[in-house]
C-alpha cells in the first residue's frame, strides 16, 4: 500500500464536526462531504394534523389507521348519541320534579360525553331546581362538586354560598367545645387501656414460650423411649405433655383477653364509640362536605381526615 504524506494546507483542510453526537473527521475542501453530514445530523419530526400524539396509532399501516380512526370516529357519534337520549330523558324527568331520577340521567349522560351544560343539569337536578341544599352535603355529592366545572360550581354557589358558609360557622361553633371534651375523654382512657393490653400481652408471650419450651422436653423425652428401658423418659414425656396441654389452655385465654384489650384501646380512638364522640363525627363529617363544596379542601384530603 502507498503512504501519502498530508501538508500543513492539507490539514488545515481537516475539521471536526458533530453529526448525531458523534465526532467525524470531515473535509471541507470536499462539498459533498458537507452536505451528507449536514443531512445526517438533521432532526426529522413527525405530525399529525393537528391530533394529539397517541402511542396506539403507531406502527400502523395507512389502511389499519384508517380503519383505527373510523373505529374511533364511530364510538364518538355513538356516545353522543347515547348521550342526547338520557339528556332528553332527563330533562322530561326534570320537568316533572322527578329530580333523583333526571340527576341519574344527566349522570349516565355524563359517563358517554362530557358536557358542561349537562353537568349544570345534573347538579340543577341535585339541589332540586336549586330550592334544596341538603344533598351537597352528602360525601359522595360533595365530592362529585368538587370536582366539577368552575363555571358549574359558581353557578350553585351563587345560590347557596351564602347559607353554607354561615352553616359551617354554626357547625364549627357547635364542634369546637365538643372536640375538646371527647379528646379529654379518650386522654383519660387511654392510660388504662393500654395498661391492659400490656398486661395480658405479657402473659399470652409467656405462655407462647411455655408452650413452645414444653413442646421441646416432649421432642426431647421421647427421643429416650427406644434407647433405654428406665421408665424416666416415659414420666418426663407425660409430664411435659400434660404442661404443654395446661400451656395451650392458657395461651388461648390469654389470647382472647389481649383480643378484647386490644379493640377497647382501637374503639377508643374513634368517635363513635361514644356518644358525645358519635355526635361530634357527624358534624366533622358535615365540616368535610362543607370544606369540599366551598372549595377549602380537595377530594383527597377529606378522605384521609376521616
Do not use: W
Request: hydrophobic share 40%; net charge negative; aromatic share 8%.
Amino acid at each position: 500500500m502507498e503512504e501519502r504524506l498530508i501538508d500543513k494546507d492539507e490539514l488545515r483542510g481537516v475539521k471536526r464536526k458533530r453529526t448525531d453526537g458523534e465526532e467525524d473527521v470531515v473535509d471541507e475542501l470536499s462539498t459533498d462531504a458537507d452536505v451528507s453530514a449536514e443531512e445526517e445530523g438533521e432532526n426529522y419530526t413527525l405530525e399529525f394534523g393537528g391530533e394529539e400524539y397517541d402511542e396506539d396509532l403507531v406502527g400502523l399501516t395507512p389502511s389499519q389507521l384508517k380503519e383505527e380512526l373510523e373505529r374511533r370516529e364511530r364510538l364518538r357519534a355513538e356516545a353522543h348519541e347515547e348521550s342526547l337520549k338520557h339528556i332528553a330523558a332527563g330533562d322530561e324527568k326534570f320537568g316533572a320534579a322527578d329530580y333523583r331520577a333526571a340527576a341519574e340521567e344527566y349522570r349516565a349522560a355524563l359517563g358517554c360525553e362530557f358536557a358542561g351544560e349537562t353537568e349544570e343539569k345534573l347538579f340543577a337536578a341535585i339541589t332540586e331546581n336549586y330550592t334544596n341544599e341538603q344533598p351537597l352535603l352528602e360525601r359522595d355529592t360533595a365530592s362529585e362538586f368538587s370536582a366539577a366545572e368552575e363555571g358549574c360550581r359558581r353557578r350553585v354557589l351563587d345560590v347557596f354560598g351564602d347559607r353554607l358558609e354561615k352553616l359551617r360557622d354554626e357547625t364549627e361553633t357547635e364542634a369546637q367545645p365538643l372536640r375538646e371534651r371527647v379528646s379529654a375523654a379518650q386522654q383519660e382512657r387511654r392510660g388504662p387501656f393500654a395498661a391492659n393490653r400490656k398486661y395480658y400481652l405479657v402473659r399470652f408471650l409467656a405462655s407462647l414460650a411455655a408452650l413452645i419450651v414444653f413442646a421441646i422436653g416432649i421432642a426431647v423425652s421421647s427421643s429416650f423411649l427406644l434407647r433405654t428401658q428406665s421408665p424416666v423418659p416415659m414420666i418426663l414425656t407425660i409430664t411435659f405433655g400434660v404442661l404443654t396441654f395446661a400451656a395451650f389452655v392458657f395461651l388461648v385465654y390469654f389470647s382472647r383477653k389481649l383480643l378484647v384489650a386490644v379493640r377497647l384501646c382501637r374503639d377508643n380512638e374513634k368517635l363513635s364509640s361514644t356518644e358525645e364522640g358519635a355526635q361530634l363525627a357527624i358534624l366533622e363529617e358535615r365540616l368535610a362536605c362543607l370544606g369540599l363544596v366551598l372549595g377549602d379542601e380537595k377530594p383527597d384530603e377529606a378522605g384521609q381526615e376521616e
